[in-house]
């Protein structure tokens, strides 16, 4: 089935791709191999500012985290032209803004994973990284960035 389908049927409409905010690129291919820059959570086209474990949950950090996969997907739009030369996505890593007693980043973090299998069936099932930090920037509560693979 074709990944735009599958984006339809989840009632997912892509939004434009991020530009970088300083001096780096928002995807990078070598060989088969596109690395996409961190993207952080927004809310309404503005960073989504918390700390998990001071002033937001994990269920509604979980919804960051799928937000962000969005517009991760949406990047793999803009450099491939067409996601579905898109062949596996291969690792995750989040940042959890978090309080250093906070330990669900893993939880938040399936936001993003339940996605990337929703839209990409086995093949966006990956490895990943989950990790609390003291701080992201802009104060965004949750910021991912991915490795997939191409054709």
Same mark, same amino acid.
């Given at each position: 089935?074709?990944? +735009?389908?599958?984006?339809?049927?989840?009632?997912?409409? =892509?939004?434009?791709?991020?530009?970088?905010?300083?001096? +780096?690129?928002?995807?990078?291919?070598?060989?088969?191999?596109? +690395?996409?820059?961190?993207?952080?959570?927004?809310?309404?086209?503005?960073?989504? !500012?918390?700390?998990?474990?001071?002033?937001?949950?994990?269920?509604?950090?979980?919804?960051?985290?799928?937000? !962000?996969? !969005?517009?991760? !997907?949406?990047?793999?739009?803009?450099?491939?032209?067409?996601?579905?030369?898109?062949?596996?996505? *291969?690792?995750?890593?989040?940042?959890?803004?978090?309080?250093?007693? +906070?330990?669900?980043?893993?939880? *938040?973090?399936?936001?993003?994973?339940? $996605?990337?299998?929703? *839209?990409?069936?086995?093949? %966006?099932?990956?490895?990943?990284?989950?990790?609390? *930090?003291?701080?992201?920037? $802009? %104060?965004?509560?949750?910021?991912?960035? =991915?490795?997939?693979?191409?054709?």
């Amino acid at each position: 089935m074709s990944i +735009y389908k599958k984006l339809d049927e989840l009632g997912i409409e =892509l939004p434009t791709a991020a530009a970088p905010v300083a001096a +780096y690129s928002m995807s990078m291919q070598s060989g088969k191999l596109v +690395y996409l820059s961190g993207h952080i959570a927004k809310k309404d086209g503005q960073p989504w !500012i918390g700390k998990l474990g001071e002033n937001m949950t994990t269920d509604m950090a979980c919804l960051a985290a799928r937000s !962000i996969a !969005i517009d991760l !997907i949406a990047t793999l739009h803009a450099h491939t032209g067409d996601l579905n030369q898109v062949s596996r996505i *291969v690792k995750l890593f989040s940042l959890v803004n978090s309080t250093p007693d +906070y330990t669900e980043q893993h939880r *938040v973090t399936n936001g993003a994973s339940e $996605l990337f299998v929703s *839209v990409f069936g086995a093949s %966006g099932k990956h490895a990943r990284s989950a990790a609390g *930090v003291i701080q992201l920037p $802009l %104060g965004a509560c949750v910021e991912i960035e =991915l490795i997939a693979e191409v054709k």
